[in-house]
């Protein structure tokens, strides 16, 4: 049974073509590059081991789920009380990398959208985009060379970021910094690399992070950056511009063949 919407007959032969299969393949890695960076999460943590009153020994993990967007200095400091009375036991954590996962995301929600207008165009409107005048393959050309950019631009962005809060998750790259603007005094090291604070022994490490989801969200989003890229040519092929160029490259050889 045929399937109809506005009265208009759904065609599925235009998703044998290669305009139409590549616009399915990039309606499934849009959707799966924005859902990876969205749902993305990990945590980090370390132990501080301490000496709150002599001769006894105190461990303290501290410890930070984040997830999407990942702007890690809006979350709560936390307090440590349990290594006695300091007066720098507030830790902060480093790094706003909101902008280019809320970037990144936008693009994908906005591709994926497109994909799924241009689809029902493609199936239940295959005679507007084939009229004569031509005008819907343009629209489409413009609107894959944007995406390839954009798709580009926030992949870029996002894979920068996403180091950024690689290096953010490992306590062990911020926790000893020493100075006004350190975000664990607690842990301070001074230039001869001994704790600032006497009743400190060490912190550790404890956890630096998976970046499994933020990974493949990079690569679906270089990804995807090749699947518009490649599809510029065939619907540059659909437009106006690459009949007459082809006419007019005919018109040219046949003097020459005549001879």
Known sequence: MAVTLLGRTLNVE??????????????FFAMLAFSFCAGFSSKLSFEITCHPI???TQ???????YSYPFALDKYDPVTVTECGDLPDNTISFPGDFASDAKFFV????????????SLLVYTFMSDVYD???????????VMAVAFAFFWLASSSAWGHGLSGLKDSGDPGNWI???????????????AENNYVNTNIVSCETDFAGNFAGGNISVVLGFLNVFLWCSNIWFIYK??????????????????????
């Open 14 to 27: 235009v998703l044998k073509q290669p305009r139409g299969f590549m616009r399915c393949l990039q309606f």
């Open 54 to 56: 002599k001769n006894e």
């Open 59 to 65: 461990v303290v993990k501290v410890s930070q789920e």
């Open 106 to 117: 936008t693009i994908g929600v906005l591709c994926w959208l497109w994909t799924i207008f």
């Open 131 to 141: 009229e004569e005048q031509k005008k819907y393959p343009i629209y489409d050309l």
């Open 176 to 190: 000893y910094e020493h100075g006004e603007h350190a975000l664990a005094k607690i842990c301070s090291k001074n």
């Open 238 to 259: 659909e437009t106006r511009f690459f009949g007459s160029n082809t006419g007019n490259l005919q018109n040219v050889e046949s003097p020459a063949g005549s001879m």
